[in-house]
């Protein structure tokens, strides 16, 4: 019933930009926190970054400084914005989010699809 539907992911040469989201849909009461993990190619799954329903952030220290995490509660939406893009950024891009669906007052983790986004040098 609750779904995480990723959009930005794509090409790109180093250097450069994208921007990802991730709209939260269903019956849903409340979003605490949301958040964005990668995995790249023999790796583990890491965290990038990670918002709360207050706004307090957490990045990667390997992303500090080039991403920006945001939210949108009105939307249900979280956004990366990835700048200054190394070939090391390349992975699949896994949104999640903490969800308190309506009538419920017990969170659940939910998972994205995930968003290939490959950084080309």
């Known amino acids: 019933q609750v779904q995480l539907v990723e959009s930005g992911g794509g090409l790109v040469q180093a250097g450069g930009s994208l921007r990802l989201s991730c709209a939260a849909s269903g019956i849903i009461f409340s979003i605490n926190t949301m958040g964005w993990y990668r995995q790249a190619p023999g790796k583990q799954r890491e965290l990038v970054a990670a918002?709360?329903?207050?706004?307090?952030?957490n990045y990667a220290d390997s992303v500090k400084g080039r991403f920006t995490i945001s939210r949108d509660n009105a939307k249900n939406t979280v956004y990366l914005q990835m700048n200054s893009l190394k070939p090391e950024d390349t992975a699949v891009y896994y949104c999640?989010?903490?969800?308190?669906?309506?009538?419920?007052?017990?969170?659940?983790?939910?998972w994205g699809q995930g968003t290939q986004v490959t950084v080309s040098s």
């Open positions: 918002i709360t329903s207050g706004g307090t952030t």
């Open positions: 999640n989010a903490e969800i308190v669906r309506r009538f419920s007052m017990v969170p659940q983790g939910y």
